[in-house]
């Protein structure tokens, strides 16, 4: 196998697999990675169509209505760590919640050897990255950033669940500086919100730069920053200069999508270039949790994908 069948075997997913036309896969709304903000509702005949050609999806369909009757209308999901997650009014959401994190990507994490300080989850949603992280770390502090009210809510509501009492939850987004932003809210779903470009439907919320916020709260060292903003993390590490530059954090962990890089014309290989400059090494995650070297070629044609950078120092743990 090549370093870029590897790539493309091990890619982070959080999609249920695909249905054989594109045309349904848009109305169930199963691709909304590559369908931003635009979700068409199934009609009876659609759904009766997508059972008759996959019945696992009855099935699935059937947990998901059952376990919104026992939520409040809002269905549960169990991930790594018997961590369980709420907050999911829809089906597609709830299916791709499911592989948030992929087999190959919790093998990574379990095995990682963190050095002393917080963890900063940018992108919280509605927690379920925090939450893992705090069954494998249970002493560390976990700072997790979701700006949109309604998801906020979610993301609380999970925490108490869990009982993750070291996870700190902040309403707030984090941009390259601090103040206000736009934020762009998908009522479809969650998981694609994002900074505004200036379309859509878009709401006020308050911004910290990284830098900014550890000087407040008093963090002083960043084991790992994990960063999952819908195509902004260079904005997110342009806020986070002093922290790079200093050696205070150890290991990044971001997401790649390049498809959004083309729909927001933004370079999907400039925040790795970003923190190349800054004196990181960046890998991609192979099978089994291996870290291999970076293949930028294999990365553009990825659909989605999540990276690791790394400090010189902390690279020697890693390999």
Not at 77 to 103: F, H, M, N
Not at 151 to 158: D, V
Not at 260 to 270: C, M, N, P
Request: with cysteine.
């Amino acid at each position: 196998m090549t370093q870029a069948d590897g790539l493309q075997q091990n890619k982070r997913t959080r999609k249920p697999r695909a249905l054989p036309w594109a045309g349904m896969n848009r109305a169930f709304g199963l691709n909304g990675k590559t369908n931003w903000g635009k979700v068409v509702r199934m009609s009876p005949l659609q759904k009766l169509l997508l059972v008759v050609h996959h019945p696992h999806h009855l099935l699935g369909f059937t947990r998901f209505q059952l376990s919104r009757l026992t939520h409040r209308g809002r269905a549960q999901v169990r991930l790594q760590g018997r961590v369980r997650v709420g907050g999911y009014r829809r089906y597609s959401e709830w299916q791709g919640a499911k592989e948030t994190i992929s087999p190959a990507e919790y093998a990574f994490l379990r095995r990682l050897c963190l050095r002393e300080g917080d963890i900063l989850d940018v992108g919280g949603n509605v927690g379920a990255f925090s939450l893992v992280l705090s069954t494998l770390h249970a002493a560390r502090r976990i700072h997790c950033f979701e700006p949109v009210p309604e998801t906020f809510t979610c993301l609380r509501e999970n925490l108490h669940i869990n009982g993750a009492r070291h996870v700190v939850p902040v309403q707030a987004a984090v941009a390259g500086a601090s103040g206000e932003v736009g934020f762009l809210v998908f009522p479809e779903s969650s998981a694609i919100c994002r900074l505004a470009d200036g379309h859509g439907e878009s709401i006020r919320v308050p911004a910290w730069s990284l830098d900014d916020y550890c000087q407040a709260h008093h963090v002083e060292k960043v084991a790992l920053l994990k960063v999952d903003v819908e195509g902004y993390e260079e904005d997110v590490f342009n806020g986070a200069a002093r922290l790079l530059s200093s050696g205070m954090l150890a290991c990044v962990y971001y997401e790649v999508c390049p498809e959004l890089g083309r729909i927001l014309s933004r370079d999907v290989l400039a925040p790795t270039r970003l923190l190349e400059r800054h004196g990181y090494r960046v890998f991609h995650i192979g099978a089994h949790g291996a870290l291999a070297d970076l293949n930028e070629a294999a990365v553009r044609a990825a659909k989605l994908i999540n990276l690791v950078a790394a400090t010189p120092e902390f690279c020697k743990s890693l390999l």
